[in-house]
């Protein structure tokens, strides 16, 4: 079945990316649901999910540039753009693709909905310490951003989660921040009491690379 507003899209996506960037650990992850990827033998459970900062400049954007449509200066593509634009029509999706700046029909409305990034992560932790998961010896949330975040910024993101979940019983170890251009890997486990304590480590994520992840999620 396809749920709604096709979600399973980024699901894919995030498991691709996932398995790509840090290897085979993340090759048996299957697309389910509470929570979106999870290994069959319960070791591992994923949620993922979006944030968007409700920015009127993006948002603007966003509406102009669906498909990739709206491209100012059309007779300047090459024919490499021209090639990602038609596939970004197509298929009604544009993550990753043109440097992250189109949005296609079908992920508008999952963008949309989506909420400011300390609010979507209050209401994943919220989740998983009430049990609503599941049981997983692990989980993990995946978040796609479409605002770039800084160092300090990810940072800051990092202490404000662990910071939520710290007196939970259940919390996630691991958060995944995909920027487009570059996933952090942030150890939430491994952040004290204080917050000053974190571990996160950045891979970018090429051009090639957000081909290759955007047309395999698309396969399935």
Known sequence: MTRKFDT?????????????????????????????????????????????????????????????????????????????????????YGYGLQNGRYVGHLEYEYWSLALPLRRIIESKIGKVGSGFYGDFKEFGLYIFCKDDLSEEEVIMTIEYASE?????????????????DKLYVCDLASTDRTGHKTT??????????CKKFFFKALEK
């Open 8 to 92: 399973c899209f980024f699901e894919r996506y995030a498991q691709i990316t996932l398995e790509t960037v840090l290897g085979e650990a993340y090759a048996g992850l299957v697309n389910e649901d509470r929570p979106d990827l999870q290994m069959p033998d319960k070791s591992l459970g994923i949620e993922v999910t979006r944030a968007m900062e409700p920015r009127k400049e993006e948002a603007m954007n966003m509406l102009k540039e669906m498909a990739g449509l709206d491209v100012p200066h059309e007779d300047r593509i090459s024919e490499d753009d021209r090639e990602e634009m038609k596939h970004i029509a197509e298929s009604g």
């Open 164 to 180: 939520l979940q710290r007196n939970l019983d259940v919390k996630y170890s691991k958060m995944y921040l995909s920027l487009i």
């Open 200 to 209: 996160c480590t950045s891979y970018d994520i090429s051009r090639k690379m």
